[in-house]
């Protein structure tokens, strides 16, 4: 029997070992990024590995690149808040200027334009061997949730706010294309995760305005 392959069944529906699994890792990297733990990376990592063998298996292209790209920021996070917390201090969170929030957009919409064309052309998404409308539907949700995923990534490790509600929009596709695909333990957790980022948002935003307010009263 294939090791990426087994799992076990529940009311007739196979789950893997590796979806279940990975996606505990998975949540578990958004409770600890809540609390603002440096093993929120390490963890990622881990999850990483072992839902890019589950989207491999399900022939999800793009999520399994969006996996080893996790993995790759993994290591970027952990550089960035280590780098943060240096000398005892405390992760300081702040949203986006303008101008950062700007740049988060346009790549966006610009990046999930060329990865959609590139997940096409290659044929690297799963979606681009299936009939037209739903096969340039499903390569377009891969790239949307490729790029927004790398977006919302970068912008955790920079500790910018923004980064739970990218991964509001992220979830908002991802949850109805996991489970059309079959990873109903992938589908659910993502649902779960929209309520623990918005959650997130709001309880770093207070710890913004919390700390702005601090500062502002030492200024006096």
Same mark, same amino acid.
Do not use: C
């Given at each position: #029997? ?31 990024? #809540? ?33 080893? #790209? ?94 739970? #509600? ?55």
């Amino acid at each position: #029997m294939n090791w990426a392959n087994a799992g076990f069944t529940i009311f007739g529906t196979h789950v893997l070992w590796t979806d279940l699994i990975g996606n505990i890792a998975a949540l578990s990297t958004v409770l600890l990024a #809540m609390r603002k733990s440096i093993w929120t990376w390490p963890v990622q990592f881990t999850g990483s590995v072992l839902l890019f063998i589950a989207s491999v298996n399900a022939h999800i292209t793009g999520n399994a690149l969006k996996q080893a #790209m996790f993995a790759a920021l993994a290591v970027y996070g952990w550089w960035a808040w280590r780098r943060g917390t240096q000398n005892g201090r405390q992760l300081a969170v702040r949203p986006a200027d303008w101008w950062e929030r700007s740049l988060l957009i346009a790549f966006m919409l610009l990046g999930t334009v060329v990865v959609g064309l590139l997940f096409y052309f290659t044929g690297l998404s799963w979606g681009a061997h299936e009939p037209l409308p739903k096969g340039a539907f499903l390569v377009a949700a891969d790239a949307y949730i490729f790029v927004g995923s790398a977006i919302a990534t970068w912008a955790q490790g920079r500790a910018l706010v923004d980064f739970w #509600m990218v991964w509001v929009a992220v979830d908002l596709v991802g949850v109805p294309l996991a489970f059309s695909s079959g990873l109903v333990v992938s589908g659910t957790v993502y649902g779960i995760f929209f309520v623990l980022v918005v959650i997130g948002f709001v309880k770093w935003l207070r710890e913004y305005r919390s700390s702005s307010l601090a500062v502002a009263a030492v200024a006096r």
